[in-house]
Each structure stands twice: as C-alpha cells, then as structure tokens.
C-alpha cells in the first residue's frame, strides 16, 4: 500500500527544491553478471577450465603455463539463483543454481559448440512439483545427470537430448550434500549434517535410473572440514589429513589420520595431498595411506582458497577468496611451483564499487581493493591490507573514498586508511584499532567509524595525520549499519536490537568532534538497514523495516516525512538514490520507483536478482551496481552516461 497524510502533503507543499518528475526517463536495463562466490570448476583435457562464480560460468584457456587468458563468460545470461555446481557430459556444461529462499532453483544447460564461449540453451526448473525446492550439486555421468535436493531428495536426469534433460525422483537424501562425484557405477555425495559432522554417502549405480544407497561414512567436522574424492581414497583437509578408503563402495574404511596445519581446502595430485588456505601450501605423502606424512611447507600464497583441483598430472588450480586464480605446478612435489597468479574478475566477495578518475575500486572482503577498468571491469592493479592471516581479523564490510584517501572498515580490525592518488599503487597511510567496525564516513580532517556488534556507536577521528588517527568523541546508538556526512552533520542508519535505543534516522551534529550530538531522530521506520542522501543534503531515503521512507532532512533537528512506499513484498536491505530515482533491494531484487513527488512514490520496474543485495551503488557514470556477496555482481545500466565518456 502507499501511505501519505496531511503532515506529508504539508511537507510536500514546501518540497519543490528537491525534484522534478522526467516521465521520459526509462527503466535500468540489464548490462551484465560478474563476481561472486566459486563453486569447484570443469577441467577439460585440453586445459580449457570453466569455472562458476555467483551467476556466471567463465571460460579460461591454462593450455600455456604461466599465461591464463579469460575467453569468455556467461554475464550477458546469468542463472536465476547462485550456482551451487557445475558438471559436464560432453559438448555440455550444466550448472545447478537455487534462490536463496528455496522459492526457486533448477538446472542452466550451456552448450559448448563454441568451448571459448558457453552459451546459455535454457533453464529447466520443473523438475519437481515442490513449492520450496534447494539444489545444492548434480553430476552427470554417461546419459544421466544426477541432482541432489536437500529438501526433496535426489533426481535422475535423462540426457538423451542433452540440451532437455528430464528428471525423476528416486530417493530422499537426508542431508544437504554440497559436491558430488562419479565414478565407475558409483556416486559420491559429499556435505555436512545439521551437527557439522562431514559425510560421505555412496550409491550404486548400476541400474543408473534406480541408484541404491550404499556405503556411508561420517567424519569429524574439523579434520575432514573439506573431503575430496581421490579413488580409491577419500581424503580430508582441516585439522587433520584423514584419509579413507572407498575401494569397496559398500563399506568405507578409515585408514591414517595425522594432524596438519589448518587447511581450509586442499587437492589430490597422484600420490601427494596439498593443504590450501591458511598460511602457504603444506604438502603430504599418501603412498602409505595409513601413515599420511608431511612432505615441504610451501610459501606460495594460498590464503582463502575456497575451491582446488588437479589440474592435469602434475598441476593444481586454486581459486581464493582473495581474488586469486593460482596455477601451481607439483611436478617436483616437495617443490611446488607457482607458474601462474591471476586476479579473477569481479572478486569471489565483492561488498562495494567507487569510481576514481579512469579507474574503479571494488571493495573485496578478503583483502581490499579490486582495480578494474571502469568499461571492462577486467582486473587491472589491487591493494592488498597488510593483515594476519585469519578470516575474522579482515573481513572489509565498507568503505568510503573523500579526496585522495579510501577509508576501509574491517569488521575484525578497524579503520584502514589508503592513499589513492595513484589506484595503481595505492599503500596505506595508517589505521585506527576498532572492534566490529561496519560502516565509515570521511569529510576533511575527520572520519566517522561505526559499529553495530555489542553495542552500536560511532566515534569520531582525526585524521589530519592519518597515520595517526585520534579518537575524539563518541555517540552511542542502536546498531548502526550505514554512514554519510554531509558538512557539520553525520546521518547514521540505526537498525533496531532488543533492548537498546531503537532504530531510524539518527542525525549527530559534529561541528564540536570532540562532543558529537545528536540534533535529529527519525523514528517512523522503527529500524533502519541503509540510506542515501542526495548530493544538495536536503533529502534522505532510508531503507526500514517496513518499506522505504523518503524523509526531508533540511532542517537536520526535525526531519520530516514526505512520502512512504510499503508493501508486505518489499522490505528494502539496501537502497541508492540517482535523482529522481529510488532504487531499493531485497530478497526479491531491485524494485525501482520515481519519487518526483516524493509523497507518493511510484513503482516504476522490478529487477530479479539471483540473491538479495547488500549494497546497491550508483557509481556516477550511468550505471548501478548491486552486490550480494555470494551471487556477485550485477551491473545496470541507467542512462547513457558511461558511453558519453567514450566507452564500447
């Protein structure tokens, strides 16, 4: 429903300054799909590998060690959901993906007619009559494509015409498996019980349209938090190399254990383990598998590999969450060779984009800055944060840019200020120490950091000298999840907690820092997860609990609505404003509404997106951003400002 009343048509009465309608102004058009979280890839023979990320399947040419070239993507046609896996029978590839509520998720069929260049044949999503359905893997061996439904159990497909599989449901499964492998007349479904115990479930098929369920093993969650099928061995990585024998299907069989340094992956190749992840690759010996022994210690820089695979007889790919496409050659396998070191397109944990000058610097969770052409988007420099080696001591949530400085919030260490002068060589400049930093703002010689873990509040800094920021002053609030300073005034968007101070539009005046004071509280919303302002600061769009709130903040100590747009759909997460043009995201995508008359905002379009947005960003040159972590990037465009620049 829309809402107004008398207070808001007042309001709107005095509102003129802020907008005028431009009927002509048409809806975001869809650009393309980029980024987001690896799933294992397809090695082909050849050394061609396709790898899935998000929404996209990738093409990349390894046939020249030491010179990966990216051949060609699947952005102009992303799946519905996030990919959860990919599998080949033949000139094939099929890609599993799911919407992240389960209301939604099927099968994407891309023909490789053209191996350089996957094309996306169609999406089969009636494999079942199930209203909530979640595919976590497939496999297909011979004519059969295997699909496991966590909810409903596993299915048969008939791949007599490749390009139409057709599926039966055969038996219920128990447990959400995330991979899953052939061999022989045997499948492997490897996944984590709802204990977080590792298991590994075996059927038989030899009648491949009546799979019988077959041998079953269950591991310690911690040494074996990555199983990885090598028949006749199974062997995990974590806390431990623990290796099983699966020779016979019907009765798995441990076999040695030793304790290793934490690996978050690793791979197989030949008669040698490679744990991946954490602090350089540690290589191990299988040729006694009931006494696994560590071989050499490798500095090659493997942090956060999430996915890795043999790559030929004597290779290894790993893909990390650092943005990293590894090439390592285990030829001398005490002595592990990096032949190649690829930055990959997008990030596998994108959280945020700011355009500087011809460049343009995608925030990544793991390390810091993506430089990309801002037209290709491909990958041109990176700044990497001099930070331990450890997932929760990084983890960059936002950032803002304010002259020749990026300002990044590290949720497990602070504040990280960065000169950009040069994006190309971008070095940072100093740091400020602060648990579960979430959200930044920057103006001049101040910054403004805050948090919404144990306790939300947000401080400000000097940063005159920013190698040395000075905590001056402290407001304490709700949670605060979003920061934007407009002159003497801070906006902070409070998100509600039980308990605590409520939730809304906070408006803080630091004219004195030392003494930040809050002059404004808009409360309407009840909780607040985002906010935009428009670049006069006389208007403020918020994202709330309960729908998306256009609010009048030109007097900062009374901000007043103009206009609401609720509807039990539209629970807005995150929200970016472009004139007259409200974009707001939620599990459902993007709705876009025109708010010239910001008391009765009007719903112009709806996008889907494979999985809610965390951030949506308008970056200045005609096109939106919206970034979901896992399901990547997806890139709007708005209006013809991008190719007014010169770009193809």
């Known amino acids: 429903m829309f809402r107004s009343s008398l207070a808001m048509a007042l309001a709107f009465a005095v509102a003129a300054p802020f907008a005028h309608a431009d009927t002509a102004r048409p809806s975001l058009s869809f650009l393309t799909a980029l980024g987001g979280s690896v799933r294992e890839p397809v090695v082909d023979a050849s050394g061609f590998v396709y790898v899935p990320t998000g929404a996209v399947v990738t093409a990349w040419d390894l046939r020249q060690p030491g010179t990966p070239v990216r051949l060609g993507d699947t952005g102009a046609q992303p799946t519905t959901g996030k990919i959860t896996a990919l599998t080949r029978r033949g000139a094939w590839l099929y890609a599993s993906w799911t919407r992240y509520d389960g209301t939604d998720a099927g099968v994407a069929v891309y023909s490789l007619a053209d191996p350089a260049h996957p094309q996306l044949v169609r999406e089969v999503n009636d494999y079942t009559d199930e209203d909530y359905r979640y595919v976590t893997t497939i496999v297909a061996t011979g004519d059969r494509l295997y699909l496991f439904d966590q909810e409903n159990g596993l299915f048969v497909g008939n791949l007599s015409d490749p390009a139409r599989p057709t599926f039966t449901r055969t038996l219920p499964t128990g447990t959400g498996f995330s991979y899953a492998y052939a061999h022989g007349n045997h499948l492997y479904a ?194 990497d944060a001099n930070l331990p080696l450890m997932l929760q001591q990084r983890d960059f949530e936002q950032m803002a840019v304010d002259g020749n400085r990026a300002y990044l919030a590290a949720w497990g260490m602070g504040l990280m200020i960065v000169d950009i002068t040069d994006p190309l060589n971008a070095h940072e400049l100093g740091r400020f120490e602060y648990d579960y930093a979430g959200a930044v703002a920057a103006n001049g010689n101040y910054a403004y950091i805050g948090r919404a873990t144990n306790g939300g509040e947000m401080v400000t800094l000097d940063v005159s000298d920013p190698s040395k920021p000075v905590p001056l002053g402290v407001l304490f609030t709700s949670r605060v999840m979003r920061l934007d300073v407009r002159g003497q005034h801070v906006f902070i968007a409070d998100q509600e907690f039980a308990g605590d101070r409520g939730g809304g539009l906070r408006i803080a005046d630091v004219s004195q820092p030392e003494l930040p004071v809050q002059v404004g509280f808009y409360n309407a919303c009840g909780s607040a997860d985002d906010l935009a302002l428009n670049p006069q600061g006389t208007l403020a769009v918020l994202g ?99 190719f007014a620049n010169g770009f193809d």
């Not at 969650?221 to 431990?240: C, E, I, S, T, Y």
Request: with cysteine; charged share 20%; net charge negative.
């Open 544 to 642: 709330c609990n309960d729908g998306m709130h256009v609010v009048d903040i030109r007097n900062p100590a009374n901000p007043v609505a103009l206009g609401v747009f609720e509807r039990a759909a539209y629970v807005p997460t995150t929200v970016a404003l472009d004139g007259t043009r409200v974009y707001f995201g939620g599990g459902w995508g993007i709705a876009e509404l025109d708010i010239a008359d910001p008391a009765h905002p009007t719903l112009v379009a709806e996008h889907a997106l494979p999985m809610p947005p965390d951030r949506l960003r308008v970056s200045g040159d005609g096109r939106l951003f919206a970034f979901s972590v896992e399901g990547g990037i997806q890139v709007f465009r708005i209006d013809d400002r991008l």
């Open 190 to 383: 490897i996944g984590r019980n709802w204990l977080g115990g590792t298991m590994l479930q075996v059927y038989d098929i030899t009648q491949p349209d009546l799979p019988l369920a077959a041998g079953l093993g269950g591991y310690d969650g911690f040494n074996d938090f990555r199983l990885k099928l090598a028949p006749p061995l199974a062997v995990g990585f974590g806390l431990a190399i623990d290796v099983h024998d699966v020779s016979d299907p019907w009765q798995p069989v441990d076999r040695g254990m030793v304790e290793s340094p934490v690996a978050l992956n690793g791979a197989v190749v030949g008669t040698h383990a490679y744990g991946l992840g954490m602090d350089g690759i540690d290589v191990w010996t299988l040729a006694n598998p009931d006494a696994p022994a560590f071989v050499a210690h490798s500095t090659i820089d493997a942090f956060a590999t999430d996915e890795a695979v043999p790559f030929g007889n004597a290779g290894l790919l790993a893909f990390s969450r650092a943005d990293r496409l590894l090439h390592v050659d285990v030829g001398t396998p005490a002595q592990p060779l990096l032949r190649s070191d690829t930055t990959l397109r997008g990030g596998l944990s994108p959280r945020d984009v700011l355009m500087r000058g011809d460049k343009a610097l995608f925030l990544e969770e793991v390390y810091g800055l993506n430089v990309a052409n801002p037209a290709s988007l491909e990958p041109i420099g990176r700044f």
